[in-house]
């Protein structure tokens, strides 16, 4: 339940910030290329001195054929040149990630079991860059971000009531980024 709150709350700026005048709030919605799977996301953004802007986003994506909802703070620092905004982006969050896994396992002892147990996401970084092309009313932009992102296993899987401890997974990718900027 907190989850779909959180995704209510995340979707709210895309309704109202296409309704503002006074370009103090940007609204982002974009198609993205995400480890060769494609996505979409949605971010609200709040400019300050023209310079940065800074704000909540959400996005729908998949990671190794599993649904994936990353939410996280969207930070972009740019630069205006007339019509051309070039920028440095910056995102942290948490990715919503839950798939269950069956592996064969190995106990301290050395006896192995086929173990079934949950992979989750935990938190994600991403670094990169863009530019956004300004009209009148809207603007269109592309960007590219590298990511990192941390997968947690759970801390109590036995076997033979032994305790297996997995370490976090840590795994990078490429997006590619497309949209209109409003």
Same mark, same amino acid.
């Given at each position: 339940?907190?989850?779909?709150?959180?995704?209510?709350?995340?979707?709210?700026?895309?309704?109202?910030?296409?309704?503002?005048?006074?370009?103090?709030?940007?609204?982002?919605?974009?198609?993205?290329?995400?480890?060769?799977?494609?996505?979409?996301?949605?971010?609200?953004?709040?400019?300050?001195?023209?310079?940065?802007?800074?704000?909540?986003?959400?996005?729908?994506?998949?990671?190794?054929?599993?649904?994936?909802?990353?939410?996280?703070?969207? =930070?972009?620092?740019? $630069?205006?040149?007339?019509?051309? @905004?070039?920028?440095?982006?910056?995102?942290?969050?948490? !990715?919503?990630? &839950?798939?269950?896994?069956?592996?064969?396992?190995?106990?301290?002892?050395?006896?192995?079991?086929?173990?079934?147990?949950?992979?989750?996401?935990?938190?994600?970084?991403?670094?990169?860059?863009?530019?956004?092309?300004?009209?009148?009313?809207?603007?269109?932009?592309?960007?590219? =971000?590298?990511?990192? $992102?941390?997968?947690?296993?759970? @801390?109590?899987?036995?076997?033979?009531?032994?305790?297996? !401890?997995?370490? &976090?997974?840590?795994?990078?990718?490429?997006?590619?980024?497309?949209?209109?900027?409003?």
């Amino acid at each position: 339940m907190k989850k779909r709150l959180l995704l209510l709350l995340m979707l709210l700026p895309a309704f109202s910030i296409a309704q503002q005048n006074d370009k103090l709030l940007y609204g982002y919605a974009y198609g993205m290329i995400h480890d060769g799977a494609f996505g979409g996301g949605l971010a609200g953004n709040v400019e300050l001195w023209d310079l940065v802007n800074i704000g909540p986003a959400v996005e729908l994506t998949s990671f190794d054929g599993h649904t994936m909802i990353p939410v996280f703070l969207d =930070l972009k620092i740019k $630069y205006r040149l007339e019509n051309w @905004s070039p920028y440095a982006s910056g995102q942290f969050g948490y !990715n919503n990630y &839950n798939v269950k896994k069956v592996q064969n396992l190995t106990a301290p002892s050395g006896i192995e079991q086929m173990t079934t147990f949950n992979e989750t996401g935990k938190h994600f970084y991403g670094v990169g860059a863009g530019i956004i092309r300004h009209f009148n009313k809207f603007g269109v932009y592309a960007s590219y =971000l590298y990511r990192g $992102y941390t997968y947690k296993y759970p @801390s109590d899987i036995k076997i033979n009531d032994e305790i297996v !401890n997995l370490d &976090n997974k840590r795994v990078s990718t490429n997006v590619f980024i497309l949209g209109v900027t409003f």
